[in-house]
């Protein structure tokens, strides 16, 4: 019940005679009981004729009055259930007024097993699915039911039946459902968590509620637009947000006072699907986790190249031991490729020669510099705190890092005169896991061809944009791919009808249904292949000092593509080095440009920085 608040009043009827009571208000939306009805009106004591005195001048009178005399009725109180059976969600924030619902909420109204929604804009699209696909109505026809025949295919009648089974309702799928969601709000533990403060009128030792339970439709629904009333019965549907995952639901447009903050008097009343843990609503952390920890080593890496100490010119000299490497040997503002390198850079001749391999992994934790690392951030956080929500941390972490450590693997297989830095495998992971559990859980997403198409140009982008020079497209091309493989086998979801099927009383069931269809089981076992297969062979390659190169002599474009305004050389720099006193000139091995610099006792780091700076 959506309690805003619950206070003692004193009320003194024209007689003189005083009345104490407890004022509740809550949801308009109530569902009465028979006997409840029959006590209001010729009831056996004065309680709810004085109480509609009271409320006749009152704002809002249908939020208090049947509240109102249902807690304070001797005969009724603590016999309630505190739900009004509504799907309601609320804008945010401030959580004051119902959201417009649309085809997006209605497999998430079909889940909460609610049989009553709003609110509807006029003449939405999701009113037609609800006709046709819960109420199996026809346009222009009335919904099948115990007073309506099919007629002869082209007209229907609610005239001339005179079998039998004239008027009698049963219990279809929404029934069903509905009886679910009352069973489970009237267990002991919830029961005795919600008694007093209603919204839903109804005794639980009545035969009422019985008669409620299983007489209720299920085939019909009571449309009024714009705003809609509807009992959702199918197990069909699609998404919400394009998918949908059954989690709690929130009911109540603003928090109790601390006036009414009790154990009894809860305002949220939990899904029938809360518990499965195929479709929690996990809290992200270890994302956002992953981004501190390369924003910490990205500012250690700064501490250790100390710019300052060895190299001649520096950017943002009043950061001190932070500062940057000159533009010309580090565009990303970032430190140098020693430095790097001395951090745990992919470096394939240390990987092959010195059997450093930890470095597949350590280099996904290290950025070239601040645009890199910033880009990067961005990109996890808002892919990867989405797929954590929905998937754990335990899913999107060994996603995270497997894809990382195969597009370091293929990196390496391509680009062995250069080290290899950035995180940007492992995002492209995440990307190709989005993929690929769009496609195995192809049948539980609204607007499937829009959301491919999307996701599909995003990609296509992200891979675009590695052609140009200084980025590691290899590792971005190798993190999509395991990423892609990896979200086959970490990502699918068990199927819609074996999940609705837990939750409906045995006697219902049609039948067992299994728990993924065959094609997501397909597609689980060849990923999974694949993907052993492909890290096992790629790393046996890489050991062996395979390059991949030799055989693929038109790869090197997946890379980089070179133009008039770039060049795609990846050799490493070198420089010849004369000293004369204090003056050092060197000359670039690769272009034979040459330059004298005034030095005086430089280090081998402040030569290799003037010779990246000259050869660039």
């Known amino acids: 019940m959506d309690v805003a608040s619950c206070s003692n009043y004193n009320y003194q009827d024209p007689n003189g005679v005083s009345l104490s009571f407890v004022y509740n208000t809550g949801s308009a939306w109530t569902i009465l009981s028979r006997s409840f009805a029959e006590y209001c009106i010729i009831g056996w004591e004065n309680l709810p004729r004085t109480l509609l005195l009271y409320y006749t001048n009152f704002v809002s009178s249908p939020e208090g009055y049947f509240q109102t005399v249902i807690c304070n009725s001797k005969a009724y109180k603590n016999t309630t259930v505190n739900h009004d059976l509504h799907y309601i969600t609320w804008d945010t924030p401030p959580k004051q007024h119902p959201r417009l619902l649309g085809p997006r909420d209605f497999r998430k109204m079909v889940l909460s097993n609610r049989p009553f929604a709003r609110k509807f804009k006029h003449n939405n699209a999701v009113l037609d699915r609800i006709d046709r696909e819960l109420l199996k109505r026809r346009s222009n026809h009335f919904t099948h039911g115990g007073w309506c025949s099919k007629g ?247 996603l995270y890092v497997i894809s990382g450590f195969g597009g370091s693997l293929l990196s390496a297989l391509f680009l062995q005169s250069n080290i290899s830095v950035g995180a940007s495998g492992a995002v492209f992971g995440l990307l190709g896991g989005m993929l690929s559990e769009l496609i195995t859980n192809w049948t539980i997403y609204a607007n499937k061809m829009a959301a491919l198409f999307t996701l599909v140009i995003i990609i296509v982008i992200n891979l675009a944009v590695g052609i140009l020079p200084h980025v590691d497209n290899f590792a971005h091309l190798g993190g999509f791919s395991s990423g892609f493989l990896l979200g086959f086998v970490f990502l699918m979801r068990p199927q819609f009808g074996w999940v609705s099927q837990r939750y409906t009383s045995s006697y219902s069931r049609a039948g067992p249904k299994p728990k993924y269809k065959t094609y997501q089981l397909v597609l689980w076992l060849l990923s999974l292949i694949l993907v052993m297969a492909g890290m096992i062979v790629g790393l046996i390659s890489l050991l062996r000092g395979v390059n991949l190169n030799d055989r693929c002599s038109w790869c090197h474009y997946m890379s980089c593509v070179p133009t008039s305004k770039w060049s795609c050389n990846t050799n490493p720099v070198s420089c010849l080095s004369e000293q004369t006193g204090n003056q050092y000139t060197l000359t670039c091995s690769g272009s034979g440009k040459n330059e004298t610099y005034l030095l005086n006792d430089p280090n081998s780091s402040q030569i290799r920085g003037l010779c990246s700076q000259l050869c660039r």
């Open 152 to 398: 002869d295919g082209k007209h229907q009648t609610c005239s001339g039946l005179s079998d039998d089974g004239f008027g009698v309702l049963r219990p279809g799928a929404g029934a069903r459902r509905l009886r679910t969601l009352l069973t489970k709000l009237t267990s002991k533990p919830n029961f005795s968590r919600r008694q007093s403060s209603l919204n839903l009128i109804l005794r639980t030792t009545s035969p009422e509620i019985v008669q409620f339970t299983n007489c209720f439709p299920g085939e019909m629904a009571e449309i009024r637009r714009p705003e809609i009333q509807i009992k959702v019965n199918s197990r069909r549907g699609l998404g919400v947000g394009n998918i949908i995952h059954p989690v709690e639901i929130d009911s109540s447009p603003t928090p109790l006072p601390a006036t009414a903050t009790t154990a009894g008097n809860q305002n949220q009343t939990p899904s029938p699907f809360r518990e499965i843990k195929h479709f929690k609503k996990w809290f992200p952390w270890l994302i956002p986790s992953f981004v501190i920890a390369d924003t910490v080593l990205f500012i250690i890496t700064m501490y250790v190249n100390n710019c300052p100490k060895n190299t001649v010119s520096c950017i943002a000299t009043f950061l001190g031991r932070l500062s940057f490497q000159p533009f010309k040997e580090n565009p990303l503002l970032g430190p140098s490729s020693s430095t790097l390198e001395k951090m745990g850079a992919l470096d394939v001749g240390k990987v092959v020669d010195d059997h450093q391999g930890w470095r597949l992994i350590t280099c996904i934790w290290l950025h070239g510099g601040l645009f890199h690392l910033l880009a990067n951030m961005l990109s996890l956080l808002v892919i990867g705190i989405r797929l954590e929500q929905e998937f754990g941390f335990i899913r999107i972490g060994l």
